[in-house]
Each structure stands twice: as structure tokens, then as C-alpha cells.
């Protein structure tokens, strides 16, 4: 909790902060990065830097757990961090990083907003990212411990086992232990962190979903070629290595399994919501949920530009048919009407009779879902958001939608 001193300092100048974090996060990461270059090349994703998308998760989350101290001084605000905490350890951060970032934000705030950061105003705002950075290092030490690992020691050697082309832009990689033993267990929804080193000598982390079912012996993932969308921006650094580099019997750094968004136990209804590459972690939820609690209810709705663009479109729809209680609703921007042709097993075998498609956007509003549905929601943020709209519409309550975005959360900034 705040202190009292400083609770008064953290209310009168939140305004002033939080209209100057987007200048302040700038700041902070350029002397950062002037100081330790390597972490720029080595640890932080270097397009979320030049995009900018890193500055403004930062700025949001620094923004949020204030407002949130300010507004319960008593509490302190976890509920913020959970996603943070499971990113960090993705990435082996230590406790000891925290004395740097706390280092540099702090004389950021005080390079951008001077004289009006008196002592009082410095000490306050030290209490606010202590209390942030103590709480990320608790969760993030839990997370160690349950994953039975030193701080920070989440790296391992995968070795490609297997590789399918699933679409001309995706690519789904099977992983395996070179030790030959069972990979390590997860949750539904969670993902590994992959480390490349690139043509430059940059090593750059990127996060990937698992797509099965976790208790297999091995673990897979599927990449999108994030390929340049207007001819002017770079083609993404770390999938467009996979796709050209990554051959089975290559060994890759891969970390171990963390991620926040995870399926719950029990057999409460579930509704999962995906476009195109946002499916990942809604195939793990499906092929757990089929192999645990084939009763249990779930709609399955996912989005996508055409069919032959919809990567494992045949085992989402298996495994819906594999379940007792449970719809597949799929929308196509583009050619739905060549579904069939692009899916059907056997010449001649008729769709399964749970199997809806249909063109133009996803549309949950005429669904039937039962009142207590968990939501769970991955893809672009649009789609997320129209999703979200529409479920808080039908009654579904905000507490039971959760979602995940492939890339800094700027879900509050949008
Ligand atoms: C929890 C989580 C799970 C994920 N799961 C999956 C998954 O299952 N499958 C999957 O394919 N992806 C997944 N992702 C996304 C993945 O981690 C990568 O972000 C994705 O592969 C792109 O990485 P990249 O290195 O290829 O692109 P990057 O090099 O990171 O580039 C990303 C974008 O930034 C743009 N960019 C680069 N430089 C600039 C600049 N100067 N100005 C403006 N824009 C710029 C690029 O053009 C590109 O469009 C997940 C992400 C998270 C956080
Ligand atoms: C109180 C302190 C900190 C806060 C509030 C914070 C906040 C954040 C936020 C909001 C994200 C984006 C998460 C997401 O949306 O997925 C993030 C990612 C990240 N953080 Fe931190 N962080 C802190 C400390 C640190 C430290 C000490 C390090 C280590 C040097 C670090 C390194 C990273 C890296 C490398 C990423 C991923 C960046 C990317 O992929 O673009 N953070 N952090």
C-alpha cells in the first residue's frame, strides 16, 4: 500500500505524469538503451521499440497501477501485473533488473517534468514503481518456483522434430527434448518465448502459443510470416527467420512454458473466439477440453480471410466433433463457399452437421450461449474489441471475458 505521505504527492501530480508518460517511457528507454545496449539487442523486441508499441504498454500499465493506488491507497494493485509477471518470466527477467529500469524511469520523469519534481514528488513516485517492481518480482519468483527454476533460468534447447507448411503465410513447428524426455507440463493457453539469433548478431525474443493439448511428449507451435503489409515497413525479424531457417533437427532457445490466459478446470460452458493466427491457443483449449471433458459445452467461433488462408482448419473442426456439446461457427472474409472443397476429408463426406460457415465478419450476437459462458478471445484487437461489445450486450459479464493479444497489450490505449 501507499504511504500516507506519499498518497497525497501520487494524487495531486498523477495528471501531470500521466499526461507526460508517453514522453517520460521515450525517455526512459533511450537512456536505458544508451547505458546497456546489448538490451536492446539481446532482450527487448526491437520493432516494439521503433513502432513504439513497447513505450505505450509500459506507459498504460505505470498509468493504470497508479490510478489504481490512488483509488484504493490501502490495496495494493496485482490484478495489473498478472500479465506482466507471466511475460517477464517468459523471458528469464531477474530481480536485479529493477534497480536499472527504476534507475532510468525515475530520472526520466524528472528530466521531462523539472522543478515540479520537488524531493517529496521523488520520493513518491520511487514508492509507486517500488511498488510495482516488488510486486512483478514476487509474482514473477512464484512463477520461477512453480516451474522449479533458479531466477531468471527459463531457457532450454528444443529441437525441431517436425515442420508442416499449414498455409502459404504459417508454418506449425512439433518440438521435443534433444534429452529425449516428456517436455515440461502447461497450462492451456500458455506459450513459450523463441530466441533467434539473427543475420546482424541481434538475438531477438519472440512469444509463440502452444497448439496442442499439454501431457504430449512433445510441444508445438505455429507461426505467421508477418510479412510487410504496405511494402514500406520491415518484414517481421524473428517469423520470417522461422520460416526460411527453421528445418527439423535444428535446436532452437526456447523458454519454458508461462502466459496468464489459461483454460479453468471444471466443465462450466466456454465460448473461444479466434481470427486467423489467434487460434493457437484456442486449438491447445480444444484439444485438452477433447481429451479431459468431452461434455462440456463450447461454441467455437473463428474468423478468417479465406479458408486456405485458415491455418488447421481440418483439426479444429475434428476436434469440435470430437466433443459432445459443442458448435463451430466460422466466417470468411473471402470465399467461404470453397470450405468444403478445402476441408472435406473423404470425397463426398458431408460437413458435420456442428460445422457453420458463413462470409463477411464474425458475428456473435446470434449465437445461443448459456448465461454462465467463460469468453476467451485472441486475435487482432478490432476483432477483440467488436467481440467484447457484443458478449457484454448479451449479459455475459466482463469479469467472465478474457482475452489475449498477440503483442504488447494496448487493449486500454486503443
Ligand atoms: C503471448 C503471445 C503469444 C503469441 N502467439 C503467437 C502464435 O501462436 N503464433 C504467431 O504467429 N504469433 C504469435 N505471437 C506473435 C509473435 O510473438 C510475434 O510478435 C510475431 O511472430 C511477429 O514477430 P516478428 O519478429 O516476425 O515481427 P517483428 O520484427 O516483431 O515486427 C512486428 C511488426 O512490427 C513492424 N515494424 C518493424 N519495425 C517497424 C518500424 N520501424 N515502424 C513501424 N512498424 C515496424 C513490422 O513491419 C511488423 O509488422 C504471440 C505473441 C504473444 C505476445
Ligand atoms: C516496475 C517495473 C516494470 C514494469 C511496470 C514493466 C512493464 C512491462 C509491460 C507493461 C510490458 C508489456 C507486457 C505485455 O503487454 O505483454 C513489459 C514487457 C517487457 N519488459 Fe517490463 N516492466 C518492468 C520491469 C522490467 C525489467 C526490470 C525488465 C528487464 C530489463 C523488463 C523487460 C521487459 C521486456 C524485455 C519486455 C518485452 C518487451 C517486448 O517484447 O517488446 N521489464 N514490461
Known amino acids: 500500500m501507499l504511504s500516507s505521505q506519499s498518497a497525497p504527492v501520487v494524487r495531486a501530480t498523477l495528471p501531470a505524469v500521466g499526461a507526460s508518460l508517453g514522453a517520460i517511457t521515450e525517455l526512459f528507454y533511450t537512456r536505458m538503451f544508451q547505458e546497456r545496449p546489448e538490451l536492446l539487442r539481446g532482450l527487448f523486441n526491437r520493432a516494439n521499440q521503433a513502432n513504439g508499441a513497447q513505450r505505450e504498454a509500459l506507459a498504460g500499465a505505470v498509468a493504470a497501477f497508479a490510478t489504481a493506488l490512488v483509488d484504493h491507497p490501502d490495496e495494493r494493485p496485482d490484478a495489473v501485473l498478472g500479465r506482466i509477471a507471466n511475460r517477464h518470466a517468459s523471458l528469464g527477467i531477474t530481480s536485479d533488473q529493477y534497480t536499472l529500469v527504476g ?5 526520466a520523469v524528472k528530466e521531462v517534468l523539472g522543478d515540479a519534481v520537488t524531493p517529496a514528488v521523488a520520493a513518491a513516485w520511487d514508492e509507486v514503481y517500488w511498488l510495482m517492481a516488488n510486486a512483478l518480482v514476487a509474482t514473477e519468483a512464484r512463477l520461477y518456483a512453480e516451474a522449479g527454476v533458479e531466477n ?11 515442420r508442416t507448411e499449414e498455409t502459404a503465410d504459417t508454418a506449425s513447428f512439433v518440438l521435443r527434448r534433444p534429452d529425449g524426455l516428456p517436455t515440461e507440463q502447461f497450462r492451456p ?13 541481434a538475438r531477438q525474443i519472440r512469444q509463440y502459443s502452444l497448439s496442442t493439448a499439454p501431457g504430449r511428449k512433445t510441444w508445438r507451435i505455429t507461426v505467421k510470416r508477418e510479412r510487410s503489409a504496405d511494402g514500406r515497413l520491415p518484414e517481421g525479424e524473428v517469423s520470417t527467420w522461422l520460416h526460411t531457417h527453421a528445418r527439423a533437427g535444428q535446436v532452437l532457445q526456447v523458454s519454458l512454458p508461462f502466459g496468464d490466459l489459461v483454460l479453468p478446470d471444471g466443465d462450466t460452458p466456454l465460448l473461444l473466439a479466434s481470427a486467423g493466427i489467434g487460434i493457437t491457443p484456442m486449438l491447445s483449449m480444444l484439444d485438452h477440453v477433447a481429451t479431459v471433458s468431452p461434455d462440456r459445452p463450447v461454441v467455437v467461433v473463428h474468423a478468417d480471410r479465406s479458408p486456405t488462408r485458415h491455418a488447421h ?5 475434428e476436434l469440435v466433433s470430437r466433443l459432445s456439446h459443442a458448435s463451430l461457427h466460422l466466417w470468411y472474409e473471402d470465399g467461404a463457399g470453397e470450405w468444403d472443397e478445402t476441408v472435406a ?28 459462458t467463460t469468453a476467451f478471445l485472441c486475435g487482432p484487437l478490432p476483432f477483440m474489441q467488436a467481440v467484447h461489445g457484443d458478449l457484454l450486450a448479451h449479459g455475459t459479464g466482463p469479469a467472465a471475458i478474457h482475452y489475449e493479444v498477440f503483442g504488447p497489450d494496448l487493449w486500454l490505449s486503443k
Open 313 to 317: 482448419r481440418l483439426e479444429l473442426t
Open 189 to 201: 493457453g500458455q506459450y513459450i518465448s523463441v530466441q533467434i539469433e539473427l543475420p546482424d548478431g
Open 103 to 107: 534507475r532510468h524511469l525515475l530520472a
Open 152 to 162: 531468471g533460468v527459463v531457457w532450454r534447447d528444443m529441437e525441431i522434430a517436425e
Open 345 to 372: 476429408g473423404e470425397p463426398g463426406e458431408p460437413r458435420p452437421s456442428v460445422v457453420h460457415v458463413r462470409e463477411g465478419w464474425a458475428d456473435v450476437t446470434g449465437l445461443s450461449l448459456p448465461r454462465d
